[in-house]
Nanobody
Framework: QVQAVESGGGLVQPGGSLRLSCATS????????MAWFRQAPAKEREFVAA????????LYADSVEDRFIISRDNAKNTIWLQMNSLKPEDTGVYYC????????????????????WGQGTQVTVSS
């Protein structure tokens, strides 16, 4: 069993920054790609970013490319999402997710490809 707990959300003004964390426990996920998704009110959950099991490669949604940075430390069982130049449209609940294990093809933008999810942390970008 895997538990994932996100933290670091909050209220920030447009142009500001936040750093989200996701700490996992239970089965090791050091061989699994992990990702961040977000869900705005009345919208479907959408892919934000993913990182390969060893942190060697990353993927981003076009809407956050060049503003967000995903990273991980397998020794700490933690991934992060550094969010810069935040916009009101970045508002939503942010979730971390993990694939079930090593996959040669990783980093899907589809929610059903991920087996483990956190409870989410709210990010609100507003003046």
């Amino acid at each position: 069993q895997v538990q994932a707990v996100e933290s670091g959300g909050g209220l920030v003004q447009p142009g500001g920054s936040l750093r989200l964390s996701c700490a996992t426990s239970g089965r090791t996920l050091s061989d699994a790609a992990m990702a961040w998704f977000r869900q705005a009110p009345a919208k479907e959950r959408e892919f934000v970013a993913a990182i390969r099991w060893n942190g060697g490669r990353t993927l981003y949604a076009d809407s956050v490319e060049d503003r967000f940075i995903i990273s991980r430390d397998n020794a700490k069982n933690t991934i992060w999402l550094q969010m810069n130049s935040l916009k009101p449209e970045d508002t939503g609940v942010y979730y971390c997710a993990a694939e079930p294990g090593y996959r040669p093809v990783w980093g899907s933008c589809l929610t059903y490809e991920y087996d483990y999810w956190g409870q989410g942390t709210q990010v609100t970008v507003s003046s």
